[in-house]
């Protein structure tokens, strides 16, 4: 009785390790909220960076700086804008001096999108005429 039980025991716990492989080996989408820091950004994306969802159809597509990013709706192309540095992958970049080492503490809002500095004189460029220093990034 004592073997039955044991390997009863042992079965299910081989059962569950199996089943456990087959639902986490990358291929499916996670819940997890890491998966939204993991999805690819391009344009080519299937899931939206914001949401985590399949993009049906065209999708929504929004140019932040240099990289264009889809999106499975414009809600999320709305969040995206308030904080684009959690969903880029590779993250932001100053669009003042191009640096990739920006401070999260110096930003500025212009027409509803966030941008992000690496210093308070980049950031007072910007602030001065924001539309010449994105015209480089809108060709």
Known sequence: MKTFSLLAILIAVFILNISNATFSNGNSISSDSNYIEQADPSVTAEYCPVSGEKIEGSGVVFNYLDTKVKFCCEGCEKSFKKNPSKYLK?????PV???????????????GVKYYFCSESCKNKFE???????????K
């Open 90 to 94: 590779a993250g932001v970049i100053d």
């Open 97 to 111: 001096c191009g640096m990739t080492e920006t401070n999260s503490e110096i930003t500025t809002v212009n027409d």
């Open 128 to 138: 001065k005429d924001p539309t010449v220093v994105l015209e480089k990034y809108n």
